[in-house]
């Protein structure tokens, strides 16, 4: 299974940046899919998840009614749509996939992407 973020960048606070995560590798439309995020020095965290048909979907707190995640199953893609950035957002972003249909109350991960960076200046 390969995973491949791309959309990351510079944005200044109060834009919006949306990132794209292609799954190949795998039967994609049977995977729950994640976000995640680094910050330097910090450990990853949760960001953002999706099961298999788009119809749920949880959100880590801090992100709540900012962030959007959804999926194109026929494009084997996911997507994090992120709005109202701040810069307590800057991270590296990571998308994930779990061989299941549905994420678990842990968001535990089988695959992992590498990451893309998003900076968000004040």
């Known amino acids: 299974v390969q995973l491949q973020a791309s959309g990351g960048g510079l944005v200044q606070a109060g834009g919006s940046l949306r990132l794209s995560c292609v799954a190949s590798?795998?039967?994609?439309?049977?995977?729950?899919m994640g976000w995640f995020r680094q910050a330097p020095g910090e450990e990853r965290e949760f960001v953002a998840a999706?099961?298999?048909?788009?119809?749920?979907?949880d959100y880590a707190d801090s992100v709540k009614g900012r962030f959007s995640i959804s999926r194109d199953n026929a494009k084997n893609t996911a997507y994090l749509q992120m709005n109202s950035l701040k810069p307590e957002d800057t991270a590296v972003y990571y998308c994930a996939a779990r061989s299941r249909r549905e994420y678990d109350v842990g968001y535990l991960m089988d695959y992992w992407g590498k990451g893309t960076q998003v900076t968000v200046s004040s």
């Open positions: 999706i099961n298999w048909s788009g119809g749920s979907t």
């Open positions: 590798g795998c039967a994609f439309s049977s995977y729950a």
